[in-house]
């Protein structure tokens, strides 16, 4: 599932396509992933898109916003006026069609349908978003709030508790892992177990991994794309996905959470 650097890609790259257009007309294409809804307020303006966690959120100009949830296979797709056939390659999966007023086109394709566009009024976004915690790169995430967050839940799991969407926003089983095994710690820890260097250690490491991947466009290791291609920042993983780590001792997989959780039991204390 995209996280919160592969999620702030993409709105980067849609803020340089679509910001401040217009719609002029929306079609739908599967109406078990995008609300058919969105065909009533038809022309509308996207004045603002931006993040929450791994959502994408587009403000419209008609008090209305688009809450978009890629889940495990969502992409966006776009097309220059006259360059329509570069997404042909898509069509199967393309779940709604963005006809923006300068004549380029915008898709959004689901793959395995489990992502989805809503309509939404000012109330119910807020309703939505209220249930999320702190951003990870927002400037009220200080090390003092972390450790609260840390300190109030110190029988949970450490890994579990980063994952926690209520708690900590964006991150998600990626950069969980590749941060606990950079701040070396063991996934299994209990978050009172954890000492102040140890807590400052995953915070610092947590900030710089994210900020990381995100110069690098993300993670590609499966389904994710972003609008201009894949992600970079696989390169740079050190246990994810991986067998061995940057050491080459060889890594250990467990469930945590439910989660596939991978980590090196000599590097990771």
Known sequence: MPELPEVETIVRQLKKKILNKTVVKFEVLDSKVVDRGIEKIVPFRIDKIYRRAKSIIFELNKDRFLLVHLRMTGHFHHAKKGKENELKPYEKFVAAKFYLNDGSLLTHNSIRKFGHVKLKNKESLQKELSKLGLEPLDKEFTLKRFEEILLKKKKSNVKVLLVDQSLIAGIGNIYAQEGLYHAGIDPHRKAGSLSQKEIEAIYRELIKILKKAI????????????????????????VYGKKTCKKRHELRKVLIGGRGTSYCPRCQK
Not at 220 to 225: A, G, H, K, R, S
């Open 215 to 238: 110069e690098h466009h993300g993670t590609t290791v499966e389904n994710y794309v972003h609008i201009e291609g894949s992600g970079g920042f696989q390169k740079y993983l050190a």
